[in-house]
């Protein structure tokens, strides 16, 4: 007999065809079709009289055929009559075969199901599911009828089938599918079991109610949202504990390199960065993998930060690696490093995709024999070939932009050598507290809560794009008055290639209508060196004002810029638009920003655009990006550990992320044995995949 978890090829009547099906829909093995849950359900647990009938809602229905037509309306259709001794009503056919019409002979019993709707014969139902009854008595469903999420080819009653073959094998064989979360804590956590729950989202009672289960909150639903959480949780706690189990070099606190470096600087750092740094230290000393988040909205002032901890690094004789998401990014940390650190006499090494031949092999030689002390660069610095001499430090700047396997990977690196490099992701973005909780478990969390002296906040408007005209005169008082400008544009156009031409067009029409100044273009498709030539043009002050995509949303640090258009900014979430204006603001000048939209918008659009011109505060635009997105969007959705959810939600299920933490710290106390096997019951061989690393 087959075991719960084998694969579903071994229930009978499923082929690699219809494997291939369920594959599609996630299901592997017979449990994954006990985890498949129903979107909605439908009710055909009784038969409603036909006077009782109500346009808009589904019914059983069984009656008598008085009459059988083929009607030449204005599309042609088989309309049957059906009595049942309470009235009349019709089904009607588009779509039909002769046959059909001789099957609805005059006096024969139909049971069907639809939902009605007013028609020109009273009400009917379209193309209703129906079948003749011999038996008059032929029973009616007991419980609800699941409808299930499906794919092409695939349709409701065989999948249904599928299931229930998994229920009865389940029902056979309890043990295959054992309860992992133990009693005493289902008590304490009010959960109801898990065979329980699973029975009753596949088959509820006539009863049940219907709103609750619509919503995603009956305590069967919660069950199995909170196991999966729970599994997600405890894995990324896992992760924690393997890394932590390793050796990290000891790093010296206090070092002179640090000294001489903030007695450079021309500003002093704000307590946030003091209370950030010397949280950062603790942890670099103690020879245990420092694994720590540090959030700090834009403008905090992470990149220094970074930079301390680098050359905590340096002073221990070990390598620093930093890593952006975005070539543009990675190159401007490369230069600031390279300012602060080269008259410190260290030596800064730069790695990218697009580093490539004779230069390539050089680099890649001086950060594998160590004379490349610092390493700035993209995701190039995972790969394969990429070996480091003594790597210490592994900084990951905007870490919503990779997920935890790309965290991992460089944590590989350091492996060579015996030893593991301590983490520090920096991220922009404020994640909710909750959220926080959920998708970063396996880390510490640093927040830079305060923003350097003396910025004024960014006064944002909104602006139809009819005044077009009024906010080019904007950028030349701005840039007569010696400021610089951004002109971002966004656009709903998938194709790269065509943003970048709308860019071009746009720079175009802006060197027309601002002849007396120099405006400058970045875009995405541009090569690294071009892009980098024309923003150190820009933070040079060579230009006046540069139109970019948003390849500048991550990062970009020229103080002097006070002026920032967002064209369209209708079509980017709350994150991104905060992000952006995180550009401007940077220095003493007040500055502005312009959401230049195009009219009309949509009520969520006015919503949206309206928080940006309240508030400056990337938390309170976190949390309400969150409600008026969902965690997917804010995250991004490479964060791993949060994609491939299959039943829990995490906007739905927030309020379950508090207690998916008290859970599992109790379940690691009293019942370790059922960890692993929740994970892999819903992480499978993911969590094969991060256990290795
Ligand atoms: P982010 O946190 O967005 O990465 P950056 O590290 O790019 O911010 O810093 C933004 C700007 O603020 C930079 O020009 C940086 O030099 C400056 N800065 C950082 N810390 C301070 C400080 N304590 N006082 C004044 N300016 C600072
Ligand atoms: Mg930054």
């Known amino acids: 007999m087959t075991r719960l978890e084998a694969s579903i090829t071994e229930l009978a009547g499923v082929g690699p065809a219809l494997a291939e099906k369920l594959a599609r829909l996630n299901i592997v093995s017979i449990a994954d079709l006990l985890f498949h849950l129903p979107l909605r359900y439908q009710d055909r647990t009784h038969i409603t009289p036909i006077a009782a009938l109500r346009s808009g809602l589904e019914s059983v229905v069984e009656g008598e055929v008085t009459a059988a037509d083929v009607i030449k309306g204005k599309r042609l259709s088989l309309l049957v009559r059906i009595k049942d001794g309470s009235g009349i009503v019709s089904l009607r056919f588009f779509h039909f075969a002769p046959a059909q019409q001789k099957q609805f002979a005059r006096g024969a019993r139909v049971r069907f199901f639809g939902e009605a709707r007013a028609g020109s014969t009273g009400l009917e139902f379209y193309h209703p599911e129906y079948r003749l009854l011999n038996d008059p008595d032929a029973p009616v469903e007991e419980t609800l009828t699941p409808i299930y999420p499906t794919t092409e080819g695939l349709a409701q009653p065989r999948l249904r089938g599928l299931i229930l073959q998994a229920l009865q094998r389940f029902e056979a064989h309890p043990d295959e599918l054992p309860e992992l979360i133990p009693e005493p804590l289902r008590v304490r956590f009010r959960l109801p079991g898990l065979d329980e729950s699973l029975r009753f989202l596949h088959q509820p009672p006539p009863d049940a109610p219907l709103d609750m289960l619509a919503d995603g909150h009956h305590p069967a639903q919660r069950r199995l949202a909170l196991e999966e959480l729970l599994a997600h949780q405890l894995s990324l706690r896992q992760i924690r504990e393997r890394i ?196 970063y478990a396996d880390l510490d969390l640093s927040v830079i809560d305060e923003l350097p002296p003396g910025r004024t906040p960014v006064k944002t408007v909104a602006v139809a794009d009819e005044r077009r005209g009024e906010v080019i005169e904007r950028i030349r008082n701005a840039c007569r008055d010696g400021r610089q400008a951004y002109w971002v544009c966004t656009l709903i156009e998938e194709s790269e290639a065509l943003q970048c031409q709308a860019a071009e067009a746009t720079r175009d029409a802006l060197v027309m209508a601002l002849p007396e100044f120099q405006v400058g273009l970045v875009h995405g498709r541009m090569k690294s060196a071009e892009k980098a030539t024309i923003m150190a043009a820009f933070k040079a002050g060579e230009l006046d004002l540069l139109v970019a995509t948003t390849v500048i949303e991550v990062g970009v640090d020229v103080p002097n810029a006070s002026l920032m258009i967002i064209e369209n900014p209708e079509r980017l979430g709350l994150a991104q638009l905060h992000q952006l204006r995180g550009r401007v603001g940077r220095g003493r000048i007040e500055s502005f920003c312009v959401l230049l939209y195009h009219p009309p918008l949509s009520e969520h659009s006015r919503e949206r655009l309206a928080v940006m011109r309240e508030t400056n505060d990337g938390f309170r635009i976190a949390e309400k990006d969150l409600e008026l997105r969902g965690p997917g969007e804010v995250l991004g959705t490479r964060q791993t550990g949060l994609v491939g959810m299959k039943i829990a939600d995490l906007e739905r299920d927030r309020n379950l992320l508090e207690p998916v933490k008290a859970l599992s710290t109790a379940l690691l106390a009293q019942s370790p044995a059922c960890v692993e096997p929740l994970i892999r019951r819903w992480l499978g061989d993911k969590a094969n995949r991060y256990g290795q690393v």
């Open 244 to 439: 932590r189990e390793d050796s990290a070099p000891q790093l010296p606190a206090g070092t002179s390199l640090q000294t001489r470096f903030l007695a450079g600087l021309p500003f002093a750092l704000t307590g946030a960065q003091h209370r950030v740094l010397s949280e950062i230290g603790r942890d670099v000393v103690s020879g245990v993998p420092m694994l720590r988040l540090v959030q700090g909205d834009v403008g905090s002032g992470k990149t220094v930060v970074a930079a301390m901890a680098a050359l905590q690094a340096i002073a221990g004789d070990y390598q620093a690696a930093m890593m952006a998401p975005t070539e543009l990014l990675a190159e401007q940390h490369f230069r600031s490093f390279k300012h602060w650190f080269e008259p410190l006499g260290i030596d800064v090494a730069w790695l990218s995709g697009k580093l490539k031949g004779k230069t390539r092999l050089d680099t890649k030689a001086a950060i594998a024999d160590g004379r490349a002390q610092v390493i700035v660069g993209t995701h190039a610095l995972f790969q394969q070939d990429v070996h480091f001499h003594r790597l210490g430090l592994a900084i990951i700047d905007e870490q919503h932009r990779f997920g935890v396997h790309q965290r991992l990977a460089l944590r590989e690196k350091g492996e060579s050598a015996g030893i593991t490099p301590h983490q520090l992701i920096m991220t922009a973005t404020p994640i909710p507290r909750t959220l926080a909780m959920s998708a």
